[in-house]
């Protein structure tokens, strides 16, 4: 994974993204402080919607709950792609070789095979599951919030490695 991301930085520095990331002493704690509050959105809004999959709140609508807040966590995926990027530019070649951060983007890549997947087994049913979701759903609703905790902490944990 190294060479991609090799690669991707040294775009991005060709483009200009990283020179600017890092000449202005405001980019970085912007997109920082912009990339906690997506990660806050994206784990607060399927976080919520995966607990009650699970089985918590079960006087709550289902499908309701997931209307209402997966368009909160999409957005906050996207606020998080478009403000790692950035950081990313920012550091882009320590960043390559870091094994935590390559960890942390196989288990983005496993979150979101894995919400497809939800998507596609289970969209057209939630509206059924007035009580308890099938274990199937709870499963991938568990390792939903799993993977982006996961996802989340090995974030946190780069600076440190």
Do not use: C
């Amino acid at each position: 994974m190294e060479p991609l991301l090799t690669a991707a930085a040294t775009w991005l520095d060709a483009v200009g993204i990283g020179p600017w990331a890092r000449g202005s002493a405001m980019v970085y704690p912007v997109a920082n402080t912009l990339h906690l509050l997506g990660l806050v959105m994206l784990v607060g809004g399927i976080g919520v919607v995966d607990l009650r999959v699970v089985g918590l709140w079960r006087a709550l609508p289902t499908a309701e709950l997931s209307r209402a807040l997966t368009p909160v966590a999409i957005t906050g995926l996207l606020m998080m792609v478009a403000s790692g990027t950035i950081l990313f530019a920012a550091d882009g070649e320590a960043l390559a070789s870091s094994d935590l951060f390559a960890r942390k983007l196989v288990v983005i890549g496993l979150a979101l095979v894995n919400a497809a997947a939800f998507q596609w087994l289970w969209r057209k049913r939630v509206a059924d599951w007035t009580d308890q979701a099938p274990t199937g759903a709870r499963a991938m609703a568990a390792l939903s919030l799993g993977l982006w905790l996961t996802a989340g902490t090995l974030g946190r944990w780069i600076p440190y490695s």
